[in-house]
């Protein structure tokens, strides 16, 4: 995505980085019963790649919107924002907040 990323800003529009599973995905089985230490290193790799493909894109062209996403049931085990915003705050841009998510 790093080509299709920086051609979007070269065309001078908003590259929006839409990241629900940033938070949400600590719902899946895979992460549910497990520490959130683990889920933070998923976060991380996901924070690498971002970085890698966002690189040489200018800060004010990148939006990053994170939320709870649409599960259809209990966010029993929804990532708390204060435990994911380390995470997400080592990404090259800096996230955006929205109150409607």
């Keep these: ?6 051609r979007v ?3 001078g529009l908003i590259v929006q980085i839409d ?8 719902n899946l089985s895979e992460f549910c019963d497990k ?4 889920f933070r ?3 991380m790799l996901w924070v690498e790649a971002l970085n890698y493909a966002l690189a040489g894109v200018p800060e004010e062209q990148v939006r990053f919107h994170v939320c709870w996403g649409n599960l259809e049931g ?3 085990r929804t990532c708390l924002c204060g435990r994911s915003s380390i995470s997400c705050s080592n990404t090259h841009r800096s996230p ?4 409607d998510s």
């Design 1 to 6: 995505m790093r080509e299709e990323y920086s």
């Design 9 to 11: 800003a070269e065309a």
């Design 19 to 26: 990241a629900p599973e940033m938070c949400i995905d600590r």
């Design 35 to 38: 520490p959130i230490e683990e």
């Design 41 to 43: 290193k998923r976060q």
């Design 74 to 76: 209990p966010h029993t």
């Design 96 to 99: 955006t907040r929205n109150s």
